[in-house]
């Protein structure tokens, strides 16, 4: 799917808010609590854009990133986190986010950052 966005976090009802919002955007999303469930998604289908929450147990948002990436070169990652420190911002770009957002989450940024990854891909 062309539109195709799966969110990533521990926090149910974050994930809950954000599928019910993007949604209404027109985006087919996906939802996992946990890092293994994203790579189980990934694998299943084509995922145009992943929203990975980077403080996950037991597997944080960055590595999954490394591993999303690794797996599928041509998702697109966008990180969000609570705690944004140089280390994280800098291991995020080194493999290959295209963008980090902090919460608590800029709703209209998110789906400004997402119209322009998905724009010429709807």
């Given at each position: ?7 990533v ?6 994930l ?9 955007e027109?985006y ?12 189980d ?9 992943a929203i ?5 147990y ?5 590595a ?7 797996r ?8 969000m ?13 080194k493999?290959?986010?295209?963008d980090?957002?902090?919460k608590?989450?800029?709703i209209?940024?998110l789906k400004?950052?997402?119209r ?7």
């Amino acid at each position: 799917m062309d539109s195709s966005v799966l969110v990533v976090d521990d926090e149910e009802n974050l994930l809950v808010l954000l599928a019910e919002i993007l949604s209404k955007e027109g985006y087919q999303v996906k939802t996992a609590n946990s890092a293994y469930d994203a790579l189980d998604f990934g694998d299943q289908s084509d995922i145009r854009v992943a929203i990975l929450d980077i403080m996950m147990y037991p597997i944080d948002g960055v590595a999954l990133l490394a591993e999303i990436k690794k797996r599928s070169p041509s998702t697109q990652v966008i990180m969000m986190t609570g705690f944004l420190t140089t280390e994280t911002q800098t291991g995020c770009l080194k493999y290959g986010a295209t963008d980090y957002l902090t919460k608590p989450l800029d709703i209209k940024k998110l789906k400004t950052l997402l119209r322009g990854l998905l724009a010429d891909k709807r």
